[in-house]
Structures are given as C-alpha cells and as structure tokens.
C-alpha cells in the first residue's frame, strides 16, 4: 500500500481507498475510468494500424513491374486495333486473347478494354455460324448434283469452333442432305448395275 495525492483536494491518501477521506473525490471509480479509455485508443489504433497495412498491401498488389506495363499496354492495343468485327478479324481477335490469357490475374485487371475483346469474339461467332449457315441453305433440294455444295458446307462446318457450331442452327438440314446425297448415290450405283444387265464377254464395251 502506498500513498498518493488526491487529484481533487491535493491530500495524502492511500492508494488503497475507493474515495478520498477528506473531500470524497472517487479515486479507483477514476482509474477503472482512465484505464478504460486507454483500452479503448488502443483497440482503436489497432484498427488503424491493420487499415493501413491492409493499404499498404493492395498499393504493392496493383503496382505493376515494367514488364507487367508492357504487357498490359500491348494487349490494350491488339484490343483497339481490332476495329470493325467481319469474317476476317479471326487473326487479331486470337492475337488479342492470347495475349490477355498469357497475363497474370494481376495484369488482366488493368486491361480496361477487356469487355471489347468479348463483344468482338461474340459478334465474330456469329459472323461465322451465319455463313455456313447461308452455305446450308444454298443446298436447297437435294438432288445429285448437289454434291459440291454439300461438300463446302461441311468443310466450312468442320472448321468452326465447338462454340461456333453451336451457334449454326440448321445443322440438322446438312446432316439430312447428306443422308439424302448418299442414297441417291446408291440408287444411281443400283440403276447403272441394272442397265448394265446379264454380264457376259460381250459387256466388255458397256463397263468400260
């Protein structure tokens, strides 16, 4: 037990005292007070400190290298320079992306035309999905000189994308001319065999 000075009346009292003897003045009421408020500042400085690591920490994050500039500003440009989407735009479209998919998900947060680059490449799929889908069409009724425009429709069809093909809505009619060119190659095979009639020494003339 000590002594110490009544911060009200200036008088000795013990440490030990809830309230000074001489004029009242609430002495441990006071520490519990003070002791109180310091906790709180600290907590409160707490925050801020973890606030401002927190900071500090997201400022380095977003801070590019200089190889990470170059790479963002080369990407942002392939972007721009695609222009007008058409059937043609293949090449700068895949540049674009393999540049944007060959970045870190750091890099890819600066690139602020990205949303371009996926209008493009949604616009350019359906570009090519319409073509062969126009190449479908020209088929029209399947006769037996309808090879040649069967044959480029599924050549085209086969070159499209997994994505773009979905995207070809009357696949189902170049499936059913080709079933259609197939059996009229049959009967075209059937009838030839039937004019051809009883094979004998003389039908030599005929195969040939």
């Known amino acids: 037990m000590a002594l110490i000075i009544c911060?009200?009346?200036?008088?000795?009292?013990?440490?030990?005292?809830?309230?000074?003897?001489?004029?009242?003045?609430p002495i441990k009421e006071k520490k519990?007070?003070?002791?109180?408020?310091s906790k709180k500042t600290i907590v409160i400085f707490?925050?801020?400190?973890?606030?401002?690591?927190?900071?500090?920490?997201?400022?380095?994050?977003?801070?590019?290298?200089?190889?990470?500039?170059?790479?963002?500003?080369?990407?942002?440009?392939?972007?721009?320079?695609?222009?007008?989407v058409d059937l043609n735009s293949g090449h700068e479209i895949e540049k674009a992306e393999i540049l944007y998919d060959?970045?870190?998900?750091?890099?890819r947060l600066f690139v602020n035309n990205v949303d371009e680059l996926k209008k493009d490449r949604e616009i350019f799929n359906t570009l090519k999905a319409e073509q062969v889908s126009s190449l479908i069409g020209i088929i029209g009724e399947v006769t037996e000189n309808s090879s040649k425009d069967i044959d480029v429709a599924r050549k085209y069809y086969d070159e499209?994308?997994?994505?773009?093909?979905?995207?070809?809505?009357n696949y189902g009619e170049l499936v059913?001319?080709?079933?259609?060119i197939s059996e009229l190659r049959v009967e075209?095979?059937?009838?030839?065999?039937?004019?051809?009639?009883?094979?004998?020494?003389?039908?030599?003339?005929?195969?040939?």
């Open 160 to 169: 499209l994308s997994e994505e773009q093909q979905k995207l070809v809505k």
């Open 102 to 107: 060959n970045m870190t998900s750091k890099s």
């Open 188 to 208: 075209s095979v059937k009838r030839a065999i039937d004019e051809l009639g009883t094979i004998s020494l003389d039908s030599k003339d005929q195969l040939s």
């Open 7 to 25: 911060p009200e009346c200036g008088k000795e009292i013990s440490d030990a005292v809830d309230r000074c003897l001489h004029c009242g003045y």
């Open 46 to 84: 707490g925050i801020f400190a973890a606030a401002a690591t927190a900071l500090i920490i997201v400022f380095n994050f977003l801070k590019l290298s200089p190889t990470e500039q170059i790479e963002v500003d080369a990407t942002i440009k392939a972007i721009s320079e695609i222009g007008d």
């Open 176 to 180: 059913g001319a080709e079933e259609s």
């Open 32 to 37: 519990r007070i003070d002791w109180k408020l």
